[in-house]
């Protein structure tokens, strides 16, 4: 099943702003958590199984939704996790989606994703609200 992203809103079923309660709705109850660094004041909730890591604000709603291949992920049609990066750019650039090169891949500014890539691969897509 595809998942599709709503620009700085959602992919899939889950949407930034969700509290803790609400995603375990959704996703279930099994999964790890951690902090990217130690002393954050936000927490990652990772659900391996789904392929997918949350992270959570000192609010306690979702601020990041980061989603890994093999899960199936499309933007405006074009379908983006596991896929070769220059094909996945070449089909954003004619649908007028513009990318910017980043440190960690490629930032779609108006719809608040990046795009990870990894030996030519996206191989994970993170969407952010701002």
Not at 33 to 43: A, D, L, M, N
Request: net charge negative; aromatic share 10%.
């Amino acid at each position: 099943m595809t998942w599709d992203i709503k620009k700085r809103k959602s992919i899939g079923p889950l949407e930034l702003g969700m509290n803790r309660r609400q995603v375990v709705d959704v996703l279930g109850g099994k999964f790890d958590t951690f902090k990217r660094v130690p002393g954050s004041t936000e927490t990652i909730y990772a659900y391996d199984d789904e392929f997918v890591h949350l992270t959570f604000g000192e609010d306690g709603l979702l601020k990041i939704i980061s989603i890994f291949r093999p899960r199936c992920v499309s933007y405006c049609g074009t379908q983006l996790l596991g896929r070769a990066i220059l094909d996945v750019l070449s089909d954003l650039t004619e649908n007028a989606i513009e990318t910017q090169k980043e440190d960690g891949g490629y930032w779609i500014e108006q719809a608040g994703i990046l795009l990870v890539e990894i030996k030519g691969l996206v191989d994970g897509i993170e969407l952010y609200a701002e």
